[in-house]
């Protein structure tokens, strides 16, 4: 309890309540679900005592612009663990089905993913 600085929790009591009144309503559809920090599908939790409030406004920052969409994580040049380049430099932003289908780390993490 005295080390952790925050964490990522996931919301989604939101959308299975939208879903339940779809169900009942009788229009829901089944479709692939892709939801983050703008769909409110993910947050922080608030930080630990120890996390300097020039951080935790920094990071609360960055999370404000990764909402409004001026922030991508995914964005730019992208290299992979054993130095392969697997998006060039300038590209503003990787697309969902290639996040979902990464099978790689990237450069500077150590490890290996087991066989598919």
Avoid at 39 to 52: C, E, H, I, T
Avoid at 65 to 71: E, P, S, T
Avoid at 94 to 112: K, L, R, S
């Amino acid at each position: 309890p005295h080390a952790q600085l925050t964490a990522i929790t996931h919301e989604w009591g939101g959308y299975y309540t939208q879903v339940a009144r779809q169900v009942i309503a009788g229009t829901w559809k089944v479709a692939p679900v892709w939801g983050g920090m703008k769909d409110g599908f993910v947050r922080l939790a608030p930080f630990g005592a120890s996390v300097p409030k020039d951080v935790a406004t920094f990071v609360a920052q960055r999370e404000a612009d990764l909402v409004a969409g001026r922030l991508h994580p995914f964005g730019g040049r992208i290299v992979d663990s054993s130095g392969r380049e697997r998006q060039a430099a300038g590209t503003k932003t990787m697309a969902d089905a290639q996040i979902q289908a990464m099978d790689y780390f990237v450069e500077g993490v150590a490890g290996t993913l087991p066989p598919r």
